[in-house]
């Protein structure tokens, strides 16, 4: 698997990322969700440098101009819920891209720190040769993206596939690399310290999802 550190070159990213881990600024929904969705549109141009392109011949009103455009189509994949402003800022820059929605979440059976995925509700349309971009704010121990990814593959054969995370535990990176195909590219906005006893990303940001649309029961 190839990892993409986007961060560790200062760029107007790092302003967006430490406004979503502000205690006080994260207080307000709107603010978060569209800063979310600004990372969103960073991480999809850092993506769109290494994606296939090509040729094309545009008419201008004065002539004709040679240039390229993105060769395969994109299918975008957020995980439900937290997944849906970030998704929303790739779609900015993906405008024509088909889009994809899949909930996973982690069950308690025991009311304890153990926990497995539930992977539930799924749409998404045909993904066959397509580029996937997968999307998901949080990798902390990396089974909701594994079992998310394995869901997907069974159903179709994608050409190429990115996984877009903003902030990723070295732990769950680990777990990517020993579960995913070579051939995946993950992309991370930040690489935090680790997980702490309950599997939360320290320092992290708190819960992503509850922060851009409310506390769940």
Sequence with gaps: MQIHHISEKNSVLNHFLGQIRHLAIQQDRMRFRRNIERIGEIMAYEISQELTYQPIAVQTPLGIKETTEIANPIVICSILRAGLPMHQGFLNYFDQAENGFISAYRHHPNDDDYFDIKVEYQAIGNYDNSTLILVDPMLATGQSIVAVFNKLIEKGNPKEIHLAVII???????????HLPENCHLWIASIDEKLNEHSYIIPGLGDAGDLAYGNKL
């Design 168 to 178: 990723a535990a070295p732990e769950g990176i680990a777990h990517l690399e020993e």
